[in-house]
């Protein structure tokens, strides 16, 4: 920088930045390398994989076309029962833990949502519990739940099989993921209710709008965006939902509360039945992206 | 002071449970299974601690602790280079098909997590990683989280400072590592805790990869001491405290950067 030589003042009165064509790509490089080994390639991979009979333990994995796929819909294949069963379990957990994920943390965030003293704080706190694995959530609950030793029965005053029958078992699961995960949709609400501009307020409050005048003509339209963003990635996580149910009832009873993740991985990482393991997250997957689209519209073309 | 009331009732559903648990980490076994169960340890002993950090053959606990530290920590190195590179190209540089590129990395944020599981234990398998670290260190950092929240962040930054430098004569790399990573301290200080924190607590992962007690990590681990030890609830809780007391000390110093962080990404995205 301190000897200009006359190419470089030649670059410089063109401002062409001193790089060759490879810089781009060395900067990509490590990256690309990373993200095609382990997400691209395995993208692709796991729909080959789900046209084989893909047994990991077997020599031959024979191609099978659509078979895979197709045995999820006869109902006398030996997956498709518990298939259905597992999605059907998603889809419960799904209905019943999305509206709790949706409309609770909205109220929480209302209650953060003016400054006060000790906010930072309380925010904290609510937010405290998704910091926290699945794994000690679980484990924690379990114990709070137990019917002779927790905590819960013991307030409530009566013991109740919490992780051994129906329907406790969703209220437990449900009720633990709300703990566990409403200080997310809590934080996201409160952002978006700090990009609503003021002058909208104080509008509202020369027409005479009340508190809840406020919150039906203001801040609801203007969460609009936020709404469909926290109701999209409350129902693909609810969807997603694993760890739970592994830890908390172990699908009992009988299987009712097995997930279709937790189907699928035991299917396919478990029994090594890969091939009918991929076939079953890629219709799964066909079905989230129907809800997302439908979810899109309805949330979007409101008035 | 209607607000406090109704802050303070969520804030005992929030933290009470975290502090009974807690407490029955210091209990006895006698006085962990008495009916009714104490609020708090009437006779606290760290008992239930020591039998933890002992561990046996099938739960070595601290062993645990290790493999966690060392493969979040691992984990957050390497996703903080690789995205922080890639992110400086995708944002300061220009090259053919960078526009595609970006849309690939970005649309694989919108498929779910659960397609990527089989196919990428087949790909760990073939590299002969399956039980053992690297499984956990490495693949997880191929996530395009990262790429993009950087991307945004450097895009903010005002570009005067790199012009000024691209003339004083200095290459995308001084400008990358003197100008662009100083400046996004913030965005980085984020991702770091974000990485950190999901490696942490990663669970389906690491239980269908690692098959030996001595790779595992503290999530898959605790479930096995939920096995070995049923209703010996304050070991197990001893347990749960050990993976939890750290991201929960982590997130009280770094607040800020992860609720910032969460709030912006989310409503960006």
Known sequence: MVAISAEETLEREVRVPRSGKATPYLFLAPYLILFSVFVLAPALFGIWVSLHDWDYLLEGKPFVGLDNYTALFDGQSPVSGDFWMSMRATGIFTVFSVPFLVVLPLGVALLLNRPFRGRTLFRGLFFAPFVLGVAVVCLMWRLLLDPNLGLVDWILGTPIPWTTATPWAWIALVGVTVWWTLGFNAVIYLAGMQDIPRELYDAAKVDGAGRWGEFVHVTLPGLRPVALFVVTTTILASANMFGQSYLLTQGAPGGETRTAIMYMLQQGLREYKMGSASAMSYLLTLLLILVSVANFRLLRTRP | ?269
Request: glycine share 8%; proline share 7%; hydrophobic share 50%.
């Open chain 2, 1 to 269: 002071m209607k607000r406090y009331t109704g802050l303070l009732a969520l804030a005992v559903l929030f933290v009470g449970p975290l502090v009974w648990a807690l407490g029955v980490s210091f209990k006895t076994q006698t006085e962990a299974t008495r009916v009714p169960p104490t609020l708090l340890p009437t006779e606290p002993t760290t008992s239930a601690y020591g039998t933890v950090f002992q561990g046996t053959t099938d739960t070595p606990v601290l062993r645990w602790f290790a493999n966690s530290l060392v493969a979040a920590t691992g984990h957050m190195l390497l996703a903080l280079v690789v995205s922080s590179l890639a992110a400086y190209a995708l944002a300061r540089l220009e090259f053919p098909g960078k526009k595609p590129m970006f849309g690939v990395i970005v649309g694989t944020l919108l498929v779910p997590g659960f397609v990527f599981l089989i196919p990428q234990f087949l790909i760990v398998d073939q590299l002969g990683w399956l039980d053992s670290l690297t499984a956990l260190i490495v693949p997880g950092a191929a996530g395009a989280f990262g790429v993009f929240f950087l991307r945004q962040f450097f895009l903010g930054l005002p570009r005067e400072l790199d012009e000024a430098a691209l003339m004083e004569g200095a290459n995308h790399w001084h400008i990358f590592w003197r100008i662009t990573l100083p400046l996004s301290r913030p965005a980085l200080a984020t991702l770091a805790v974000l990485s950190f924190l999901s490696n942490w607590n990663d669970f389906i992962w690491p239980i269908y990869v690692i098959f030996s007690p001595e790779y595992f990590t503290l999530p898959p681990g605790l479930s096995i001491l939920q096995g070995a030890y049923t209703i010996h609830y304050p070991v197990i809780m001893a347990g749960a405290v050990l993976a939890g007391i750290p991201v929960l000390i982590l997130f009280s110093l770094t607040q800020r950067y992860v609720i910032e962080g969460i709030s912006r990404s989310g409503l960006k995205g």
